[in-house]
């Protein structure tokens, strides 16, 4: 996992509230325990028309969106069942933070844990987000402090542990995993 300290990225902008797990990686795809690749399912059933051809009325097609790093999402994003999957096709499509007024705890905890940013803002900050589709946005983790381009900044939270783990890139097991060698000692110590 890359380590997140600062991202800037112009935003996409997905207005929709209760956007739930499902929306964003349908059931069908789950068969697969690898990250990759998941990026081309996101939000598939709205992305792609029935033949398979991409959507022009979906906003993440549109060519504003592409490359954006941070999605500006709903309230109460990432909604419905416990889907790791979700976080991995919102990274592998290139996504590094998603932001909301209000982000599902099991969603949120999953993509601390796999190096996706929930950052939940005040309703005045995220209406200014969704009526500028596309401005840009700096996330500054160590400060936890984000910064509209041209507008408002706002702090915000993240759990201290989660934090820690994102601005040195680690997941939680890669970091009990380096604990090892003091684990040992303490326990030889007690032995």
């Known amino acids: 996992m890359k380590p997140f300290i600062k991202l800037t990225s112009h935003t996409a902008v997905l207005p929709m509230a209760h956007i739930d797990t499902d929306q964003i990686i349908p059931a069908r795809f789950l068969k697969v325990t690898d990250k990759e690749g998941l990026g081309k399912k996101a939000f598939h059933d709205w992305r792609y028309l029935p033949d398979g051809t991409p959507n022009p009325d979906f906003a993440l097609?549109?060519?504003?969106?592409?490359?954006?790093?941070?999605?500006?999402?709903?309230?109460?994003?990432?909604?419905?069942?416990?889907?790791?999957?979700?976080?991995?096709?919102?990274?592998?499509?290139?996504?590094?933070?998603?932001?909301?007024?209000?982000?599902?705890?099991?969603?949120?905890?999953?993509?601390?844990?796999?190096?996706?940013?929930?950052?939940?803002?005040?309703?005045?900050?995220?209406?200014?987000?969704?009526?500028?589709?596309?401005?840009?946005?700096?996330?500054?983790?160590?400060?936890?402090?984000?910064?509209?381009?041209?507008?408002?900044?706002?702090?915000?939270?993240?759990?201290?542990?989660?934090?820690?783990?994102?601005?040195?890139?680690?997941?939680?097991?890669?970091y009990l995993l380096d604990q090892d060698p003091l684990i040992t000692a303490f326990e030889t110590a007690r032995a």
């Open 61 to 174: 097609n549109q060519p504003i969106n592409k490359a954006a790093k941070i999605l500006v999402a709903g309230d109460n994003f990432g909604c419905g069942s416990s889907r790791e999957h979700a976080p991995w096709a919102l990274l592998d499509f290139g996504f590094r933070a998603v932001i909301s007024t209000s982000i599902a705890d099991i969603f949120r905890n999953n993509a601390l844990k796999n190096g996706l940013l929930p950052v939940v803002v005040p309703e005045d900050i995220h209406q200014h987000l969704l009526s500028r589709p596309g401005v840009q946005v700096s996330i500054d983790l160590e400060r936890e402090y984000l910064e509209i381009e041209g507008g408002p900044g706002t702090r915000f939270q993240i759990e201290s542990f989660a934090r820690y783990c994102l601005l040195v890139g680690k997941e939680p097991l890669d």
